[in-house]
């Protein structure tokens, strides 16, 4: 009872860590979102002597919100939306009145509206929630002009808002990389070991462990267009574009480095399932381009290509070229995924496709 109940006490103070730290990764963007609320409320209401603008530090909050990806697509959606909504709301409000199947019909036309002419999902729904708000809220026309107004003087603050953007975007990409390599050497080598033992259950649990990366790569194609969005927005990041823009070329290229991995884990799981003999020099192999993996990974969290790794790849792909030829098909398929790798490795290091496959000679016959 002691175990379940100390894994159960681990799991969730892991839980409680991570939750912590998901706070602090997006505390900039919580505190620039409250400030430019209370800004546009005190630009609409205060200087403006708008009554009750309360969409102003919506249209602002919603704009930035927590993620500084297509910060000024949200701005010019939110603008519209509301635009849209507004429009077709005031016109229709004058025509037929408000109520219930007039609200269906100026919510439904309001939304067509705005998906005839841009699919954005923020432009659309802002359209149908405006419709809404003047429908009843605010079915006098005057009343509801003031909210498009209200609309663009949030759009305006969270567009100077957003030209404020800490460093942490500029890294994250750089550190989700160094992290996916990281997890690549980890899973070659706990290959390397399951080919020296021959034990399935732990090939199984590798196989699991290597099927759960997934997400990995998705996070690093979000950090990366994040990266790229800051850079592009904020005026006072730009001198960042080249180094961004090194890291989100990483990501294809890193990508299929863990593709490749994953299937060689798989291999080496059925190989050791089925009981197929894999040669201890393929183990070390395994081993040797976990560690040339650890270098690229050093040299990704330093903020530098991985240039400096190059040699010890190629040191490993040189290697596979040198080692007997396994007896069985399963050893020939694991031979062939770890010289994969060192390709796509290659790729990480700043080679291109052509020369890094002509780097790898031949296998022996």
């Known amino acids: 009872m002691e175990a379940p109940l100390d894994r159960l006490w681990e799991r969730s103070r892991l839980s409680v860590r991570g939750r912590v730290q998901r706070w602090r990764g997006k505390l900039f963007a919580i ?11 005190w630009v609409a209401a205060d200087l403006l002597e708008h009554d009750t603008p309360f969409f102003a530090p919506i249209a602002a909050v919603v704009s930035l919100g927590t993620s500084y990806g297509q910060r000024h697509r949200r701005i010019v959606e939110v603008a519209l939306g509301v635009a849209i ?9 004058i025509w037929i009145g408000s109520g219930a199947w007039q609200l269906a019909l100026i919510v439904g036309l309001a ?6 002419l841009d699919a954005g999902t923020l432009f659309v729904t802002q359209a149908a929630v405006q419709s809404i708000v003047v429908a009843t809220l605010v079915p006098e026309p005057d009343a509801a002009l003031t909210r498009w107004t209200d609309a663009l003087i949030g759009g305006a603050v969270a567009l100077v808002a957003a030209t404020a953007v800490p460093a942490a975007p500029l890294r994250r990409p750089r550190e989700q990389a160094a992290k996916v390599a990281h997890k690549i050497a980890e899973l070659l080598r706990a290959a390397s070991h399951v080919m020296l033992d021959g034990e ?25 267009d994040e990266g790229m969005s800051v850079v592009r927005s904020s005026p006072f990041r730009r001198r960042h574009r080249a180094g961004v823009r ?109 020369e890094s496959t002509d780097a790898l000679p031949p296998p022996r016959r």
């Open 200 to 224: 399935p259950d732990p090939a199984l649990d590798l196989l699991a462990d290597a099927r759960a990366t997934d997400r990995m790569v998705r996070e690093l194609q979000a950090a990366a």
């Open 111 to 116: 939304m067509s509206t705005a998906l005839l």
């Open 31 to 41: 505190v620039q979102c409250a400030i430019a609320a209370g800004v546009a409320w």
């Open 246 to 354: 090194r890291m989100v070329e990483l990501v294809d290229p890193l990508d299929r480095a863990l593709r490749s991995t994953r299937v060689l884990v798989r291999q080496t799981a059925v190989a050791t399932y089925r009981h197929r003999p894999v040669p201890s020099s393929y183990a070390d192999l395994t081993a040797d381009l976990a560690l040339a993996v650890e270098a690229v990974a050093d040299e990704l969290a330093a903020e530098r290509l991985p240039e400096a790794a190059r040699p010890q790849v190629l040191a490993v792909g040189q290697a596979t070229s040198l080692v007997e030829r396994s007896e069985s098909l399963a050893g020939d398929a694991i031979l062939a995924q770890l010289r994969s790798i060192v390709v796509d490795l290659l790729l990480v290091t700043g080679m291109g496709q052509l």
């Open 85 to 93: 909504g507004v429009f077709v709301a005031d016109v229709l409000v």
